[in-house]
């Protein structure tokens, strides 16, 4: 089959029909049907035509479309801070679009849409923002308790002992009749959780309260994050030993992702059940997309290896479920007796039908994950490509990604703020910029030649692909993951060579395949086939393990300013495009550039002379950083950790980095409080530290125990 070469996000690659015919592509060995034939008389090139400048624009509708909707996403969340510099850029942009419609690189028309497209998601964001904001009653509630009734919005995030519940509020109950009120809030239940499903009608007692981040210098505003997601409000209830303080008054058995829910909730009870820690964990984060049963070293672990991204139900999962049940399915008619594979040729082709077959599974599964952002993007892009093999057209992964877009941020305008946005989308486009560069590379290979090669060549050269294609998403997503996580996952490069196809083409058919016989037989609780899978999740917490051993593996950084971010895509993006060129290498090496400097992670001292005191927001508790011109270091106390928040992780060792501290030569313990000292056993197992001063005060208590434990094992005076 021969694939045409087409713009970026327009009509590429071309499938195993044409034009709806139901007629197989031509062979390679075959002449063309279009293009010129050379003057030597040679055969005709396999490069159509170049599109002609007059509306160039218009011939990639839905990518142009994307990038204005995005464009408008973007400076709508800024209006309300710089509406005078947005509304210059909006009389730049229109500007430039009747500048690019004279010059007859797009109809009137289509420009008119363009800014029409870039108007729309600018105040689609502007109102979601405002949407954002706590309603009145809220507000009026203060620190008072109240009783509220609501519906459990989305898909309950379940941990031990614990569960995180969106709930949209109907109703205030008050002490002789309830209120109608309005928003969504987000509750903490901590005990013997009752198993909610989405659509059950809830009343609990909690104290409400606006979503707010902790305050500290270049830190991850949670409450931004939570407000972005539609959330008002936040509480927490805790439930007795009888499992009072929350009462479900209806429950939701009619809707589709109720149905989902309830299976969800039998599949996580049969895998606690019958696996162990923390391969039912794993388990249950490969398969239901619930990761609250992850323990804290599994996620380091996978964090510091580069393959994070597969304790979620996100894309590349999705994908190669699709493709593994498309290859089955098809391979089975294919099987089929020559007289049933003829008479089902008279109607369609086993291709249609295993693609037909395929949307069922793939849907059903991002159902089963929560359907998320990476998740939804996925979805999309496959049934897209379904779709064009149902229909016999031709399709583009980059078209796929251009209407995934559209949809999700049409849904959510807030959406490409979240980082799983961000990762998902920038992995996939990086991916479409590599198949237009390598493209015209396999164009000029002799027709045929593929055939005749030897199987080990055809196999070096997929593999140089895959590897390929790891190492630049790896590279492109580098400084989100520096920015938000402070570290350079490099060992991902090879690990996801090893981990992927060990997770998509073995583990995961097979974990999905154990919860379908557990949802089918009804067998008392029990994962059918756990004998199956938990060897098999053992070699992956092995494969996982040896990578993230790996000397240098957790390469923690600084977070990189927003203008060297933007520098880095650019350099990276004209690498792509212009590798073959001079001016390609050179932007590929400044780009490594770029991640080397990231690397070093200079540090930020304070002026000579001075000195530097930093007090952070840890919530409940206290620490404070002191700094000297020279390059000296203190740590006061860390704040308090828990089951769900750490100090230590979350707000001071980040803090560090940024400033490119990787040692403290004096660590203070003012007193073994939790609130003071709990923090500090994170960090000081993640930097060296000079001396460790306590008030020699001795407690029992279980974090004075890993404190000293850690102590212990760094050898820390």
């Known amino acids: 089959m021969r694939t045409h070469p087409g713009p970026l996000l327009g009509h590429g690659t071309a499938g195993a029909y044409h034009g709806g015919s139901g007629r197989p592509s031509p062979r390679s060995g075959d002449r063309p049907a279009s293009g010129p034939r050379p003057p030597h008389g040679g055969r005709r090139s396999l490069t159509p035509p170049s599109i002609p400048s007059a509306h160039a624009l218009a011939a990639r509708p839905l990518a142009v479309l994307s990038c204005a909707l995005l464009l408008g996403v973007f400076l709508g969340s800024g209006v309300a801070y710089f509406p ?70 989305e898909p309950v995030r379940f941990g031990p002992d614990r569960a995180v519940v969106i709930v949209s509020v109907q109703r205030l109950a008050l002490a002789n009749r309830t209120v109608p009120v309005g ?99 794993i388990y249950l984060a490969l398969v239901t997309g619930e990761s609250g049963y992850l323990s804290q070293d599994i996620r380091d672990a996978f964090m510091a290896s580069g393959t994070t991204h597969i304790l979620s139900i996100s894309g590349s999962h999705l994908g190669l479920i699709g493709v593994v049940v498309f290859w089955g399915i098809r391979r089975v008619l294919l099987a089929l007796p020559a007289r049933l594979v003829l008479r089902l040729s008279r109607h369609t082709t086993a291709t249609r039908v295993a693609a037909a077959a395929t949307i069922l599974p793939v849907t059903g599964y991002a159902l089963l994950g929560g359907a998320e952002v990476a998740t939804v993007r996925s979805l999309i892009m496959t049934l897209v490509a379904l779709a064009a093999v149902l229909v016999g057209r031709s399709h583009s992964i980059g078209y796929g990604l251009a209407l995934a877009l559209v949809v999700i941020v049409g849904w959510d305008p807030l959406a490409p703020f979240d980082i799983s946005f961000q990762l998902s989308f920038l992995s996939v ?113 092995w494969v996982v393990q040896t990578f993230a051993a790996v000397p240098g593996a957790e390469l923690r950084v600084a977070s990189p300013p927003l203008w060297q971010i933007a520098g880095f895509f650019l350099l990276l993006g004209a690498a792509l495009l212009w590798w073959r060129r001079g001016a390609g290498r050179l932007a590929g090496v400044l780009a490594g550039g770029m991640l080397l400097l990231w690397v070093w992670s200079p540090r930020d001292l304070p002026a000579a002379g001075s000195f ?72 000081l197992s993640k930097f060296d530290v000079g001396q460790l001063w306590t008030n020699g005060v001795a407690r029992e208590a279980a974090f004075l125990y890993r404190l000293e434990r850690i102590v212990t094992e760094r050898q820390v005076p």
């Not at 949407?131 to 509220?148: F, S």
């Not at 920015?483 to 060992?491: E, K, M, R």
């Not at 860390?638 to 030569?665: C, E, N, Q, T």
Request: a positive charge; charged letters at 20%; hydrophobic letters at 50%.
């Open 612 to 683: 530097r005191a930093t007090f952070l927001d840890v919530g409940q508790g206290d620490a404070a950083l002191v700094e000297t011109a020279d390059g000296r270091a203190m740590l006061i106390d860390g704040g308090g950790a828990s089951d769900a928040y750490d100090a230590g992780r979350m707000v001071i060792a980040p803090l560090l980095w940024d400033r490119g501290i990787r040692r403290l030569d004096v660590v203070v313990a003012t007193h073994p409080q939790l609130d003071h000292v709990g923090g500090l056993g994170f960090v």
């Open 84 to 153: 005078f510099s947005i509304a210059s850029l909006v009389v730049l942009v229109l500007g430039g679009v009747l500048w690019l419609s004279s010059g007859g690189r797009c109809s009137h028309g289509f420009g008119c849409l363009v800014f029409g497209v870039l108007l729309s998601g600018l105040a689609s964001a502007a109102l979601a923002q405002m949407k954002a904001e706590p309603p009145a009653w809220i507000r009026a509630a203060g620190a008072h308790k109240v009783d509220v009734i609501g519906v459990v919005e």
């Open 429 to 541: 486009l990086v991916i479409v910029m590599l198949m237009k560069v390598r493209r015209p590379r396999d164009e000029e290979r002799i027709p045929g030649a593929a055939r005749e090669r030897r199987t080990w060549e055809s196999l070096k050269a997929g593999t140089v692909d895959v590897l390929l294609v790891s190492l630049v998403v790896t590279l492109a997503t580098a400084p989100f993951v520096a920015t938000y996580f402070n570290q350079l996952a490099w060992v991902g490069g090879l690990s996801n060579l090893l981990v992927v196809p060990l997770v998509g083409f073995i583990v995961l058919p097979v974990g999905l395949l154990v919860c379908l016989a557990t949802l089918l037989s009804g067998a008392g609780g029990e994962l059918v086939g756990a004998a199956v899978v938990r060897p098999l999740l053992e070699v992956l917490v």
């Open 183 to 281: 928003g969504r809030i987000r509750l903490t239940v901590r005990g013997s959780v009752p198993p909610l499903v989405v659509g059950d009608v809830i009343e609990c007692t909690t104290r409400l309260r606006p979503p707010r981040g902790l305050w500290n210098p270049a830190g991850y505003d949670y409450g931004a994050h939570l407000r972005r997601a539609g959330v008002h409000a936040v509480g927490s209830v805790t439930l007795d030993r009888d499992g009072t303080g929350l009462r479900i008054l209806a429950h939701g058995f009619s809707s589709l992702m109720a149905a989902v829910d309830q299976g969800r909730a039998r599949i996580r009870d049969a895998a606690l059940r019958t696996l162990e820690d923390p391969i039912a964990g």
